[in-house]
Each structure stands twice: as structure tokens, then as C-alpha cells.
């Protein structure tokens, strides 16, 4: 791996601090009293850091169930959930992938996950087609039936896709490379359908987690050495990788 890797892993990413897992749950908490309190009735999954995964009872005061995360040895991925959240798919501290039933918390499966590494919230697991993919370094993609391993993605130069969010549009799935590559993933076939290079002739450039919105991708790149701070916003057309526009972000000191 890249000799940069230590200080690109660190662009954007802050671990998280004791006591905020319980902070945000209360925080999750009363965002589910007041979706209930407008009528709402769709159920707010909650991960509280290392205790676990939880489902309250609409209106607040009890949880329907509970799934533990496993030995407190990092904190969680941010869990996903199809459509009707009937199924939930859940990466605990312990480096395991649990597919969990909504109405019961019933566990259906529960697989190992290779690339045992640290962790960093805002990291998650990603539905398209029939696989569930994580990264971890790399991106691992399991069926999302069986929990069987279809597939993993090792980038060209290995360089390190699965160190920051993914983000996914229903076939493909878009990983922020960490040295300044976006990688545009087949879900069926693991196999890159395009690779968009934004270090624009640098070599001490990383990317962030992308988001997908309206078949454009959105990234941000910004220089690991660079003091002030500056970077670049992408929009790459989702399709192809072409720069669609870019905004450059120089910060103003007090």
C-alpha cells in the first residue's frame, strides 16, 4: 500500500470519542418520537456504538428488540435496510455480517468479514442487486440470501477502496479510492466499470466518501499536506466518470 497511507487514511475521519455513542442514540431517539408524533410509522433504527443495534417501539419507552455488536472492540458500521426494511444488515465490532429480520430482530445469518481494521464512523455497509458490500481496505460483497462471498474488489495498484463511506445506485457501487481515484463497481460481477483519476497530476491527493444523487456522483478531494486546508468538489456523470463541473474550496482564515 501506498507509503502515504497513514496520513491520507485521516482526511475527513475523527474517531469516535467515548460517550458520544450514547449521545447520538438519545439524539436517534427523539427523532423517532417526533416522526411518530407527525404520524409517521416507519420504525428508526438506532446503532448505539458498541451495544448494539436497536429498533424502538414507535412512540418512544421500549425497544422491540435488540441486536448485540459483539465484543466492544471498535465501533459499528452504520447498518442498511431494503426497502420495506423487512431485512437489515448489520457489521458488528467483531467482524461479522448479520442479516437481521425487522419485525423480530431474528438473526438470519451471520458471516465473517475479512479486513479486520479500525474502523471509522460514517463507515457502512451498501445494498445493490443481490449483494451487500462493506468496505475494509477492500470491498467485500456477500449475497444478500445466503451471506455467501461473491466477490471482492482489490483496486488497481491496491489502492485502498474501502476506507471512507460507499455509496450505491441500485447496480453499481461508488468507492472514494484513498489516493485520489473514484471506482465505479459492477455489483453483479465485482469487476470496475470505470476508475475516474482526480489527482490531477499530484500524488498527495485523497478522496472522500462519495453520495449518488440523479445519475451523478459527488466527491470531494482535498490535499493530505496542504496547510490551509484546500479542496475540490467533483461531479462525475454516474454512467461514464466524466467530470460533469468541479468547484475548488480555498477556506479564509480569520
Known amino acids: 500500500r501506498s507509503s502515504r497511507a497513514s496520513a491520507l487514511r485521516n482526511l475527513g475521519q475523527v474517531r469516535l470519542m467515548r460517550g458520544q455513542p450514547r449521545a447520538a442514540l438519545r439524539a436517534l431517539r427523539a427523532a423517532c418520537e417526533a416522526a411518530q408524533a407527525t404520524g409517521e410509522e416507519t420504525i428508526l433504527l438506532l446503532s448505539g456504538g458498541c451495544d448494539g443495534l436497536f429498533a424502538p417501539r414507535p412512540g418512544g419507552g421500549s425497544i422491540i428488540w435488540k441486536v448485540p455488536s459483539g465484543p466492544p472492540v471498535d465501533v459499528p458500521f452504520q447498518p442498511v435496510a431494503n426497502a420495506d426494511r423487512s431485512m437489515i444488515y448489520f457489521v458488528t465490532p467483531d467482524h461479522r455480517l448479520k442479516k437481521i429480520r425487522g419485525s423480530d430482530g431474528h438473526v438470519v445469518f451471520h458471516v465473517p468479514v475479512a479486513g479486520q481494521t479500525i474502523v471509522f464512523p460514517g463507515w457502512n455497509a451498501v445494498l445493490a442487486g443481490q449483494v451487500v458490500a462493506v468496505g475494509k481496505v477492500d470491498i467485500f460483497a456477500f449475497d444478500t440470501a445466503s451471506g455467501a462471498p ?104 480569520p
Open 150 to 253: 461473491r466477490w471482492t474488489y482489490v483496486a488497481p495498484d491496491l489502492e485502498e477502496t474501502g476506507r471512507a463511506g460507499l455509496v450505491s445506485d441500485g447496480s453499481t457501487i461508488y468507492a472514494a479510492g484513498l489516493t485520489g481515484r473514484v471506482h465505479a463497481i459492477d455489483a453483479t460481477t465485482g469487476a470496475a466499470r470505470w476508475v475516474a483519476d482526480l489527482r490531477e497530476g499530484r500524488d498527495d491527493i485523497g478522496s472522500l466518501s462519495p453520495t449518488y444523487s440523479d445519475g451523478s456522483v459527488y466527491v470531494c478531494t482535498r490535499s493530505a499536506f496542504t496547510n490551509p486546508a484546500q479542496g475540490t468538489i467533483w461531479a462525475l456523470d454516474a454512467a461514464t466518470g466524466a467530470v460533469r463541473w468541479l468547484h475548488r474550496i480555498h477556506p479564509e482564515l
